[in-house]
Nanobody, 125 residues
Framework: QVPLVESGGGLVQAGGSLRLSCAAS????????MGWFRQAPGKEREFVAAISWSAGSTSYADSVKGRFIISRDSTKNTVSLIMNSLKPEDTAVYYC??????????????????WGQGTQVTVSS
């Protein structure tokens, strides 16, 4: 069973929008948080956004604040990322991740237990 399945990536022109979705299927009763990360060619994976499962509090990387919106549907165990005003530098493989324990760290720095297979987002100039 695949823990997380992402969908919604694709090719879009600069200034356009995309919506990514991720469905969790493992240990869904113990989700503490879910997040999105991305990795561009030749670069390290970086944090994009995350949301706490119970309170719905959110955290965003500075590079996407005001453009991306993360949301969750706890009844369906899904998390979405709406990406607006996309830029060529947003091009990357986007990964969904889930966390299943409490943490002293914030959403950006905490440990995530499961990862999706990734979905490609390409923004053309």
């Amino acid at each position: 069973q695949v823990p997380l399945v992402e969908s919604g990536g694709g090719l879009v022109q600069a200034g356009g929008s995309l919506r990514l979705s991720c469905a969790a299927s493992v240990r869904t009763f113990s989700i503490y948080a879910m997040g999105w990360f991305r990795q561009a060619p030749g670069k390290e994976r970086e944090f994009v956004a995350a949301i706490s499962w119970s309170a719905g509090s959110t955290s965003y990387a500075d590079s996407v604040k005001g453009r991306f919106i993360i949301s969750r549907d706890s009844t369906k165990n899904t998390v979405s990322l709406i990406m607006n005003s996309l830029k060529p530098e947003d091009t990357a493989v986007y990964y969904c991740a889930s966390a299943h324990s409490a943490s002293l760290y914030g959403l950006e720095r905490r440990t995530y237990d499961y990862w999706g297979q990734g979905t490609q987002v390409t923004v053309s100039s």
